[in-house]
Nanobody, 125 residues
């Protein structure tokens, strides 16, 4: 099991940028593929982006392609989500998630096991 703590959320105007961070702790944290999900009020939680254990591969959901970028720094046990060109539709609670895997280059969009508490992102016009 890994513990996850998100930070970096806040209030931003449309077209602005934010960078979310997710700090991981616990044994074997380097054995986890990481992901970001979001949930808006009244909506289901949706996949935003995922990155492999070694950071060599990443995937982004269609609504955020070209605007968001996931990355990780394994030396710091931290995963990031750089968000640019934010729109009102990006307003949501953003969650970091971890999935244990033996595959260094696998990227996942589902079946994550450990979750952070979330960080709120609010985009205003």
């Amino acid at each position: 099991q890994v513990q996850l703590v998100e930070s970096g959320g806040g209030l931003v105007q449309t077209g602005g940028s934010l960078k979310l961070s997710c700090a991981a702790s616990g044994r074997f944290s380097h054995y986890y593929a990481m992901g970001w999900f979001r949930q808006a009020p009244g909506s289901e939680r949706e996949f935003v982006a995922g990155i492999s254990r070694d950071g060599s591969r990443a995937a982004h959901a269609d609504p955020v392609k070209g605007r968001f970028a996931i990355s990780r720094d394994n030396a710091k046990n931290t995963t990031y989500l750089q968000m640019t060109s934010l729109t009102l539709e990006d307003t949501a609670m953003y969650y970091c998630a971890a999935r244990f895997t033996y595959h260094a280059q696998a990227v996942y969009n589902t079946d994550y096991e450990d979750w952070g508490q979330g960080t709120q992102v609010t985009v205003s016009s």
